[in-house]
């Protein structure tokens, strides 16, 4: 059963990067398919923030593509997210999710999320 | 402003039908029969209910169903059960410049 686990600081202080951390049990990253994540403020919707493929190719929302950082470790299969000079707008559930071969869909499973709030 | 359109909300007493919409444009919907629907209770991580349009992932009941026609991609729900409260999402692949977009959500009250 492939599992997904987002880390990282629940609090960010505001122009500061936020850095998180998706850990994968029960699939190699390395073996395949796509590896994502998507957002979504408190009372709204999803927002799709970006993908890493296996072997390394990045894909980014544009309207955040200036910001954002998709990297992949295999060594500890895991992969992770940096976002600069973060503002209060960029308060959400982060979800980390592993996205099928069609161009990175369907999302067929999800981290739980994590909380990440920017205060000062 | 989501760059798919669905419904704020929609209601169904149980054992009904419902069908949820998703309005695109001929860039993502219209170009590609990637539309993927999720549902997300409060407080869960979103679920993968239907892809590829209208195929349904092991473990999903056969009371889900898609279909899609032109710009606009539906989700079907029959014999609504208390338990298919929650939001739903619709998802599609958008091309190159942007990937994915996903709707704005349309919350499902079985009444």
């Known amino acids: 059963q492939v599992q997904l686990q987002e880390s990282g600081p629940g609090l960010v202080k505001p122009s500061e990067t936020l850095s998180l951390t998706c850990a994968v049990s029960?699939?190699?990253?390395?073996?395949?398919?796509?590896w994502g994540w998507i957002r979504q403020p408190p009372g709204k919707g999803l927002e799709w923030i970006g993908s890493?493929?296996?072997?390394?190719?990045?894909y980014y929302n544009p309207s955040l593509k200036s910001r954002v950082t998709i990297s992949v470790d295999t060594s500890k299969n895991q992969f992770s997210l940096k976002l600069s000079s973060v503002t209060a707008a960029d308060t959400a559930v982060y979800y980390c999710?592993?996205?099928?071969?069609?161009?990175?869909?369907?999302?067929?499973?999800w981290g739980q999320g994590t909380l990440v709030t920017v205060s000062s | 402003q989501s760059a798919l359109t669905q419904p704020a909300s929609v209601s169904g007493s149980p054992g009904q039908s419902i069908t949820i919409s998703c309005t695109g444009t001929s860039s993502d919907v219209g170009s590609y029969n990637l539309v993927s629907w999720y549902q997300q209770h409060p407080g869960k991580a979103p679920k993968l209910m239907i892809y590829e349009v209208s195929k349904r992932p092991s473990g999903v009941s056969n009371r889900f169903s898609g279909s899609k026609s032109g710009n606009t991609a539906s989700l079907t729900i029959s014999g609504l059960q208390a338990e298919d409260e929650a939001d739903y999402y619709c998802?599609?692949?958008?091309?190159?410049?942007?990937?994915?977009?996903f709707g704005g959500g349309t919350k499902l009250t079985v009444l």
């Open positions: 999710a592993r996205g099928g071969y069609s161009y990175g869909l369907p999302y067929d499973y």
């Open positions: 029960g699939y190699s990253i390395s073996s395949g398919y796509y």
């Open positions: 998802c599609s692949y958008a091309g190159s410049s942007t990937p994915v977009v």
């Open positions: 890493i493929y296996h072997s390394g190719s990045t």
